[in-house]
Every structure is written in structure tokens, then in C-alpha cells.
């Protein structure tokens, strides 16, 4: 996998821009606020179809595409993968309502759903703000399961977007329970709600048996990672965390996992594999002995939508008791990690994005994360520091200066001094 040409057109800050790679590695310099880390977004969107921090869509559209006799964004992509060139484009033009946008997606020409891109040019980001996979909410890591997942799993992609669909219209049957108690036809509700617990089921458990084991892929080499980052001195641990016991665990191990700030390690018993058919079987017990709860809440109260990722440091968890550096250190290891189990799962290395990442490491940290670059096919690195790298390193990359939503190459001996 190899990104050969980047092609913007009022993306973020960037009103035209053409860029063509033809190195390795990339490595982009400029001071704050320029441009660079909304590069690395729009690689990402081409790999996702989501923009990374955008609320909506209107957010990633520069201002200036209201100029232009119908507005629009465009971002393209010239991709070489498994020696076939693919060309991928994104256009969105406004609705009209002044927010939402239609996306309108094309590979080689021929139009494609959201789902059938991903996975075409697959890529790990790592931002700074990635800290949030650590110390911020259930949902800033259940995004990262899916964002992750569907890159390499489409399966998982489908029973995900389903059971969504399945969820909402549960929710609502539940509500309306709740809500209207006393019916005639009080039966026949519950008969609905017996059907739209079958359906969660059977895409839910596709979804949490993925995740368990994407998690188990993920800690064999985020340790090994992580390790070498922290000079040894910490060992990572990782535990998938469902909204109930899917039966791998006794109740107190279970107890221990979802409540305790400190966490000596449990055993073969989390790592052991789940299929479907082990989730499926207590998901349904679950929901069926819970089922007065459910409706008294109005709300589905089980399932990969209340999942979590427990981040263990030497027993401690890093969201409550992690240093800044140790989470930075731990959610950095995750997305090395990530990239192995990408290349693993879909024999393609997936590009490396790397913003800024850098000017939190120390030297020992600096040198193991460029280690780790020599088994990427393409990696792209932004910096405000040419001196962050070393002599050698800049000299095997190719170098460009970001100033203003505009990139220039360098193509002189890359001295600080020079830009």
C-alpha cells in the first residue's frame, strides 16, 4: 500500500493543493496551526469515510468553497496496492439546509457506498489528542474498536451498522413500554420485543466476540511495545470489558474487572477465545432476565454499545491513575500495536500517520518509535521541530515545509536554519 498523490480542494485550510509522494517516508515541517495535522485528517478521511474531530462534515469544508457557483470539497487520492494503481475521491456538496452534506464516494471512477471503501486504503492515525483512547470515555474507545475493525474486518462492519438499526428500534418499543404500560395489546408488544431481542443478539454477538479478540490480537504486541517504550519499567495490560459477564469468567473475576481500580492479573480466563455462539447464549439470557429493568428504563441496557477497554499499568488502571506520559506512552503503543494486527489480518501494511508525535518523547522514547517505522511500507510524520529527527533519518525522507495551507519540498540538506 503506497499513497502516491494527495489531491484537496477546499479541505480544512487547504483551497488547492497537489501533492505527490515518493518515499517511504514523509516528514512534513511547520509551525502550529498551518496545515499539518489537517493532511494527515484528510488521509484519513479517504481511509474511513469520517472526518477524525468534526461534529459534522460542514466543519472539515473551507470557508472560501462558498465562493465557488455550487460549493464543494473534494479530497482524491492516486493509491498503488498489490501493484494496481486505485484512484479514490470523496466530493461533498451542501444539502442546502447550511449543514449537512451529501457524499458522494468513487473508486476508479464507480460510485460505492461508505462501507465498500473501507479497507481499500487502510491507515493508523495517531494524533496528540489520542490520549483521549486512555483517559477519556467508554465511547472515545468504543470508536476506536469500530474505526479500527472495520478497516480490516467487514463482517464486523456489517453486523455493526445492523445492530445499530436493531437498536434503535428496540429502544423505541422500549420506551413505549414504559411509557404506556396498561395496553390491549400488551402481549403483542412484548411478542416484538422477544423478536428485536433475537435480532440484537445475533449481529451484538458478532460485534463483542470480534472485540474480545481484537483485544487479545492488540496486548500481545502492545506489550512488547509498550515495553520497549517504557524502558521495561512498566508492563501494559489490556482487558476487553463487556456490560455483562459473557461467561469466561466467575462472577467475582468479573465483579473484580468492571469495579476495581487495581488489577493483578486474572488469569487465562479473560485471554481464553469467545466464539458467537458462547456470546449469543448469555447475551440472550441477559436480556430475557433483565427484561423488566429494560422496559422500566426505556432503554437497552446491555450490549457492545455499553462495551469498554480497561489500560493497565502495573496493576493500575492509567485512565484513573495514569501520568500524562504513561497514558501518551500506553495509547501510543495501542495504535504500533494496531498497525501489526492491520498488516496481520489483511496481509497489507496500512499507512502510518504520525502527527507531531514526537515533542512529548524522550530520546529513549524518540529512538524506539523510529525503530519501529522499519517494517512500514509508507509512513507520513509531521513535526515543528526539524531537529526532532536526526540527520540520517532526514536524509532517507522526503521533506516538505507547510505554511498557510500551502506545501513547499525541501530539497537542500534540511538545516533548521534554512526554512
Known amino acids: 500500500m503506497f499513497l502516491a498523490h494527495l489531491s484537496l480542494t477546499h479541505y480544512r485550510n487547504y483551497q488547492q493543493l497537489e501533492l505527490d509522494f515518493n518515499r517511504p517516508i514523509a516528514l512534513l515541517q511547520g509551525q502550529n496551526a498551518q496545515g499539518k495535522t489537517n493532511l494527515l485528517e484528510a488521509i484519513y478521511f479517504l481511509s474511513t469515510t469520517k472526518p477524525v474531530h ?3 462534515e460542514r466543519e472539515i469544508v473551507d470557508w472560501q468553497a462558498q465562493d465557488e457557483p455550487i460549493p464543494y470539497s473534494r479530497i482524491a487520492a492516486e493509491v498503488h496496492s498489490q501493484g494496481r494503481p486505485l484512484h479514490i475521491e470523496i466530493i461533498m456538496t451542501p444539502r442546502g439546509d447550511g449543514v449537512n452534506f451529501t457524499k458522494q464516494i468513487k473508486l476508479n471512477g464507480v460510485s460505492k457506498r461508505s462501507m465498500d471503501l473501507l479497507g481499500i486504503m ?10 483521549r483512547l486512555v483517559d477519556g470515555s467508554p465511547g472515545e474507545r468504543r470508536r ?12 464486523y462492519c456489517r453486523a455493526l451498522s445492523e445492530f445499530q438499526k436493531v437498536l434503535n428500534q428496540r429502544n423505541s418499543l422500549l420506551k413505549t413500554l414504559r411509557d404506556q404500560p396498561v395496553r390491549p395489546n400488551a402481549e403483542s408488544m412484548e ?3 422477544g423478536f428485536w431481542d433475537e435480532k440484537l443478539v445475533q449481529h451484538g454477538s458478532i460485534v463483542m466476540a470480534r472485540r474480545h479478540g481484537f ?12 515495553a520497549a517504550l517504557s524502558d521495561t519499567r512498566e508492563q501494559l495490560t489490556l482487558y476487553y470489558m463487556p456490560s455483562f459477564n459473557l461467561g469466561h469468567l466467575s462472577e467475582l473475576e468479573f465483579t473484580q474487572l468492571r469495579d476495581s481500580q487495581y488489577l493483578n492479573d486474572l488469569g487465562q480466563a479473560v485471554r481464553a477465545p469467545l466464539t458467537r455462539a458462547d456470546v449469543a447464549t448469555q447475551y440472550l439470557a441477559k ?3 433483565r427484561r423488566a429493568r429494560e422496559i422500566s428504563a426505556g432503554n437497552t441496557l446491555y450490549g457492545p454499545h455499553r462495551d469498554d477497554l480497561r489500560i493497565i499499568a502495573n496493576g493500575r488502571d492509567l485512565r484513573t491513575y495514569g501520568s500524562r506520559g504513561q497514558q501518551r506512552t500506553a495509547a ?7 498497525l501489526q494486527v492491520s498488516m496481520a489480518a489483511t496481509g497489507t501494511a ?13 530520546v529513549q522514547r524518540r529512538n524506539t518509535l523510529l525503530s519501529a517505522l522499519d517494517g512500514v511500507e509508507q509512513a507520513i510524520i509531521t513535526t515543528t521541530d526539524w531537529a526532532d529527527f536526526a540527520p540520517e533519518f532526514r536524509q532517507q525522507a522526503q521533506l516538505f515545509h507547510v505554511h498557510t495551507g500551502k506545501i513547499d519540498a525541501v530539497t537542500d540538506d534540511n538545516s533548521p536554519t534554512l526554512l
Open 287 to 289: 436480556l430475557r432476565s
Open 191 to 193: 411478542a416484538q420485543l
Open 144 to 155: 476506536y474498536f469500530d474505526i479500527a475493525l472495520c478497516q480490516i474486518d467487514r463482517d
Open 332 to 338: 501510543l503503543a495501542l495504535k504500533l500495536a494496531e
Open 215 to 226: 483485544v487479545l490480537q492488540l496486548e500481545a504486541i502492545a506489550q512488547e511495545r509498550h
Open 350 to 362: 496500512p499507512l502510518l500517520l504520525l502527527d507531531d508525535v514526537m515533542s512529548e518523547l524522550d
Open 122 to 131: 487502510p491507515s493508523v492515525l495517531f494524533l496528540p489528542a489520542d490520549i
Open 54 to 56: 468534526a461534529q459534522n
